[in-house]
């Protein structure tokens, strides 16, 4: 565990239930359920909910944003394909779990988080540690230009249309996983860039997530 926090035993019970049932779901990536199994999603968690921790939904924490189900959260990882050292770009921080998540599988994380509330309260998590991560306060459809190319890039929230500009800082043979739609509903798109610069989209079924919005809010 990458995390040097207060865990229980019984925490660390439930993690596995969840582990096991999310398997049964059909997450079959050993690392993915490794990271998920050793993330203490608890201390991202919004206090009122601390006790559920371990249930596999979304929950609401600040500024009327959720922290992703450990489902989706598993689904998106695996889709990533993510190897150690692995630069990947997270757009939409939100609690930080994901983050961790990526964190605990070796990547080298660069996040974007568009709500300064949800930002500074994320960065205080991580702060203290010898992560490798970048945290940044901006609007993630500009991306990071300056950090680019990415090996993977991640969306956790959703795009109504693949932002071309994450795809101009993704490598090439690069993959970005994105829900793509609006209120009624998302596609999880794995967007593969391919060594000629073109794009090979696969629909990997629905989904809902909070929409991603332009500009930054303070
Ligand atoms: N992976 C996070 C998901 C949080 S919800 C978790 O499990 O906690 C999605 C997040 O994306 C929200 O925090 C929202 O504020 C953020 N977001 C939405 N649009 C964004 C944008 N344009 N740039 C950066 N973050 C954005």
Redesign the pocket.
Known sequence: MIFNTLDSPDFAKQRKELVKSIEKRGISDKKVLDAIRKTPRHI?MDKYFVDKSYQDHAFP?N?G????QPFT?GFQTQLLSVLPGDKILE????????TAILLEMGAKVYT????YE?YLQAKSLFEGNKFNLKMFFT???KGLPEYSPFDSILL??AAPTVPQELINQLKCGGRMVAPIGGKQGQRMMLIEKLDNGSCKYTDYGAFMF?P???GTKK
């Open positions: 991202f924490i500024c944003q959720s922290i992703s959260v757009v939409g921080t939100g609690s930080g779990y994901q974007i988080e568009r709500q949800l609007d993630g459809y956790t929230a909070v991603m919005v332009s």
